[in-house]
């Protein structure tokens, strides 16, 4: 089976409490009733959508990224993939990330109508139903994605065994100011912020279920102070290589952990 390329918006905010140096991460837990992953713990994503590539090829949506220095091809899935883990991110938890949101009343607008009012929950449900496709959404309010507000840091690709597989690229970004997290009651029933630290303590306990790239994404997020630091972290990644687990079994989770 050829897995499906999908995406990952990884949330990021620093500690508010008074002298700390860690930042926190929103993670979302997936319903028990999914097929893939059910009942952990993971970032908002899910699989790209042809009308990603809408976004990814047009050049009113083209901003200095990551993605500067790959060759066509690999920039456009590349960028196609931020705009699937910014569109799944809304659709999951309600958050819009990386947009430059003009200055006007947020009156939002139904892509198809854009005379029409609705409100940003109306407009998750439009999308989520696919009644309208998130390039329409942008245009119609007048939003741009800055490409430039999202760090591209790993990729990982479910191994060979599993029944269902996707290519997984991950991405982060800052969480926006102003903007509260909803889960959607269907894929994603709850939602929490976590130190990176303190998740991976939950996970040993047993009190949080995690996969493997969920793992070690969190041991990598432990290492910086602010969500600047990581963020700088990962525009100075030049190659992202994909990782290809051998297995999803916990031997493998300990085997990454040597």
């Known amino acids: 089976m050829e897995p499906l390329d999908a995406a990952t918006l990884v949330l ?4 508010e409490s008074p ?6 991460v929103l993670m979302q837990r997936r319903s028990s009733a ?7 713990f993971v970032f908002p994503g899910g699989a790209l959508e042809p009308a990603d ?4 090829s047009d050049e009113s949506f083209l901003t200095q990224s990551s993605t500067d220095g790959l060759d066509t091809h690999e920039a456009t899935l590349v960028r196609a993939s931020i705009v699937a883990a910014i569109r799944e991110c809304f659709e999951e938890v309600g958050v819009l990330a990386a947009l430059e949101i003009p200055i006007r009343p947020l009156d939002w607008y139904n892509a198809s109508v854009s005379t029409t009012k609705v409100t940003l929950p109306q407009v998750r449900r439009l999308l989520q139903a696919r009644e309208i496709k998130f390039v329409e959404f942008l245009r119609a309010n007048l939003l741009s994605i800055q490409f430039d507000r ?19 690229r991950f991405f982060m970004a800052r969480f926006p100011e102003g903007q ?3 889960p959607d009651g269907v894929e994603a029933v709850s939602c ?11 996970f040993q306990a047993g009190e ?4 493997l790239p969920t793992i070690k994404t969190l041991e990598q997020l432990s290492k910086f102070g602010t969500v600047q630091d990581a963020l700088e972290y990962s525009k100075s990644i030049r190659e992202v290589a994909p990782v290809r687990p051998s297995s999803i079994s916990l031997e493998t989770i300990a085997e990454f952990n040597t």
Not at 19 to 24: C, K, T, V
Not at 196 to 202: C, G, M, S
Request: negative net charge.
């Open 12 to 15: 990021l905010r620093d500690q």
């Open 19 to 24: 002298g700390s140096n860690s930042i926190e």
């Open 34 to 40: 999914l097929a893939f992953a059910p009942g952990k």
């Open 53 to 56: 590539y809408e976004v990814a």
């Open 150 to 168: 999202v760090g591209y840091f790993s990729r990982w690709v479910t191994p060979e065994d599993s029944t269902r597989r996707f290519d997984t």
């Open 180 to 182: 509260t997290e909803q």
């Open 192 to 202: 929490s912020w976590f130190c990176p630290t303190d998740a991976l303590i939950q």
């Open 208 to 211: 949080i279920d995690l996969m």
